[in-house]
């Protein structure tokens, strides 16, 4: 057990600093550590678990708690506040410890602690926290829910923290990309506008294309990483179908999932015009055959074309069939049949530029000897069209 003072006089800029003698401390270990409720939960619950009697200290915790402060004896732990056992570097700035300096009112952890003990309500915070660690100062990020609990009539609080920090990083990491790809490329596009303006050409007009078309592609990886649509603006258009079905044509002829493979398009599209987001359309249109062509083998051949019903509906067919357990949960995020990490966004971006930014309806059906047909319907009336021919094409 930690050798603390007990000094009732000490000061305290936020928690009180009083903390329990050690006849009382050995009290409150005793009572959690016979409670089988309680050693229930710290071995069948994962996660870093402790429990804090009402001065805030230690008196219990679990396996996992021990292994992140990388320490094999509990007892070591015992009587010390959460601050001080994971070496935060403000724990010791005044006498009466974690909780008592001028940074504890903005700490995460000591305010979801002290409002749990004063209100005996659940209260959840994000803390963060500079740690010592091997000698050296790490920053960590840990979301705190700290819950009450009364055992022998004496108040106790079921802390519960989980390691948030990666996440956390990744997070300012997308933010600061996103901020600085966006400024870079609205500067881009605005001199490839200007460059079009001035010197109208070709050449200038394919580099103002191009532009818009990087900087759509960004906004909606945005769109992705966030899971809002929100986050998307639409521009809409009237639209050549056969337009962007050459472009994807021309996009799956150099295309790895493509290789060895035959890619069926429709000849013509060119009087199928329809008011859409084109990069939008591009999107959805990309991922289902890219799906299509991941399911295909090598001499197989997918289809694409479009049926001209009340609203157009763009089809992809391949001949695989989708078992059961996997057609369950195809449109769901991060499900993937690949086992690898960063899977599972093909469908579900289908899905969310298909329904929730373009308003359509995205589909399948998939059965034995019939294969399996991708289907988007598209929200709005074709203007003009005339029946085609299809063709096939080896993709190389």
């Known amino acids: 057990m930690a050798n603390l003072k007990t000094d009732q006089a000490v000061g305290s800029y936020f928690a009180s600093a009083k903390r329990a003698g050690s006849g009382e ?3 409150d270990i005793d009572i959690v550590s016979n409670n089988p409720v309680i050693s229930g939960l710290l071995t069948s619950i994962g996660g870093l678990i402790a429990v804090l009697n009402e001065d805030r200290q230690i008196v219990s915790l679990n396996t996992s708690f021990l292994e992140m402060l990388g320490i094999q004896d509990g007892a070591k732990v015992l009587g010390l506040r959460p601050g001080e056992a994971v070496d935060c570097i403000h724990a010791n700035e005044e006498p009466g410890g974690c909780g008592t300096s001028r940074y504890c009112s903005t700490c995460g952890a000591a305010i979801a602690i002290v409002t749990c003990l004063e209100t005996a309500a659940a209260v959840e915070r994000k803390c963060a926290l500079t740690a010592f660690k091997n000698g050296k100062e790490v920053q960590l990020a840990l979301q705190v829910r700290a819950n009450p609990i009364r055992l022998n009539g004496k108040m106790y609080v079921l802390l519960f923290l989980q390691d948030i920090t990666l996440q956390e990083q990744r997070a300012a990491l997308e933010r600061t990309f996103f901020h600085d790809i966006n400024n870079m490329l609205s500067m881009m596009v605005q001199a490839s506008e200007l460059l079009v303006d001035e010197n ?8 103002f294309d191009a532009s818009l078309r990087l900087s759509n592609e960004v906004a909606m990886q945005k769109c992705l990483f966030e899971e809002e ?5 639409p521009i809409w258009h009237d639209c050549d179908a056969g337009q962007i079905l050459q472009e994807l044509r021309v ?10 493979r035959f890619l069926q398009f429709p000849d ?3 009087h199928l015009r329809i008011k859409t987001d084109g990069s939008s359309l591009f ?8 799906n299509a062509l991941e399911a295909t083998p090598e001499g197989g051949t997918v289809k694409v074309w479009v049926e001209e019903q009340e609203a157009p509906v763009f089809c992809v ?3 695989a069939v989708i078992p059961q357990e ?3 949960r195809i449109f769901q995020r991060s499900f993937s049949t690949k086992g690898q990490a960063g899977r599972g966004i093909g469908t579900y971006s289908m899905k969310l530029f298909g329904e929730k930014i373009l308003g359509g309806k995205v589909s399948f059906t998939s059965r034995s000897g019939e294969g399996t047909t991708f289907r988007f319907m598209h929200p709005a009336t074709v203007v003009n069209s005339e029946d085609v021919d299809k063709q096939v094409e080896p993709v190389q």
């Open 283 to 290: 999107r959805v249109l990309l991922n289902m055959i890219v």
């Open 326 to 328: 996997v057609a369950l």
């Open 229 to 233: 649509a929100s986050f998307y603006t």
């Open 317 to 319: 067919w391949n001949d």
């Open 200 to 207: 109208p050409s070709t050449l200038s007009s394919a580099i």
């Open 25 to 27: 401390l050995q009290i």
């Open 251 to 260: 996009f799956f002829a150099s295309h790895k999932a493509g290789k060895g």
């Open 268 to 270: 013509s599209y060119q």
